[in-house]
């Protein structure tokens, strides 16, 4: 992967088209917030909506990590980047973090606000986070996990060359009734 260092050093790097990819800075925390106060974006999500102090209570640890992680010229263990349009505005996200106790594993995770949707932003940026952290990262798999009806999620994981690797059935309970989880994942 060519940037690679200015992605490390907390730059910003071409993603696809207009889109731009850099790591987390405290001032993303108003657009994320924003992002999951809308029922669309949190239909999918186990852990939102929740109140403003929870977002701040995940990510503030995280965003002061990956500041730390720069400013020391490596890559924090849990890293989230983020996605910008030509006007510099917050176009969606990519967590991938480390499974406790386990090395070379990784989960990855994804949310866009509704305006970037089916523009092939989160397919784009998942695919970058995954290459990154086989090449770079020392990786040798990475795992996802999404609602069975949120086509859109696993959508991205397909293109991205994830497999279905299992299913747990009825592991949601909506107020559609109760839905399976998809278990996704990706070898070196
Ligand atoms: C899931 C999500 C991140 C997809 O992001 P995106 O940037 O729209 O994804 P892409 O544009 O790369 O699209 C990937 C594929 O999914 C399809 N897709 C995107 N959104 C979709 C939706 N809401 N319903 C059905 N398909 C959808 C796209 O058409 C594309 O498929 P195709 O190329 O075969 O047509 C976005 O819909 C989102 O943020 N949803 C809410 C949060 C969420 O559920 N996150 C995942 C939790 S596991």
Same mark, same amino acid.
């Given at each position: #992967?060519? $940037?690679?260092?200015q992605?490390?050093?907390?730059?910003? =790097?071409?993603?696809?088209?207009?889109?731009?990819?850099?790591? =987390?800075?405290?001032?993303?925390?108003?657009?994320?917030?924003? #992002?999951?106060?809308?029922?669309?974006?949190?239909?999918?999500?186990?852990?939102a909506?929740?109140?403003a102090?929870?977002?701040?209570?995940y990510?503030n640890?995280?965003?002061?990590?990956?500041?730390?992680?720069?400013?020391?010229?490596?890559?924090?263990? $849990?890293?989230?980047?983020?996605?910008?349009?030509?006007? $510099?505005?917050?176009?969606? #996200?990519?967590?991938?973090?480390?499974?406790? #106790?386990l090395?070379?594993? !990784?989960?990855?995770?994804?949310?866009?606000?509704?305006?970037?949707w089916?523009?092939?932003?989160?397919?784009?940026?998942?695919?970058?986070?995954?290459?990154?952290?086989?090449?770079?990262?020392?990786?040798?798999?990475?795992?996802?996990?999404?609602y069975?009806? $949120?086509?859109?999620?696993?959508?991205?994981?397909?293109?991205?060359?994830?497999?279905?690797?299992?299913?747990?059935k009825? !592991?949601?309970?909506?107020?559609?009734?109760?839905?399976?989880?998809?278990?996704?994942?990706?070898?070196?």
């Open positions: #992967m060519h $940037n690679i260092k992605l490390k050093a907390g730059q910003t =790097i071409p993603l696809f088209s207009d889109y731009q990819i850099r790591l =987390i800075q405290a001032q993303d925390l108003d657009a994320i917030k924003l #992002m999951l106060d809308d029922p669309k974006v949190t239909e999918y999500l186990f852990f909506p929740a109140p102090e929870v977002y701040e209570g990510f640890p995280m965003i002061d990590e990956i500041s730390t992680a720069i400013k020391a010229g490596v890559w924090a263990d $849990n890293l989230v980047f983020i996605v910008l349009d030509k006007e $510099n505005q917050f176009a969606g #996200m990519v967590g991938l973090t480390q499974v406790a #106790m090395a070379g594993n !990784y989960e990855i995770g994804y949310q866009a606000p509704q305006k970037s089916g523009k092939g932003i989160t397919t784009h940026a998942c695919q970058l986070v995954s290459q990154l952290a086989f090449e770079t990262l020392g990786a040798h798999k990475i795992t996802a996990d999404c069975a009806s $949120n086509e859109g999620s696993y959508r991205v994981l397909l293109k991205s060359g994830y497999a279905q690797e299992g299913l747990s009825h !592991y949601y309970k909506t107020e559609q009734g109760l839905e399976d989880r998809l278990y996704f994942g990706l070898s070196k």
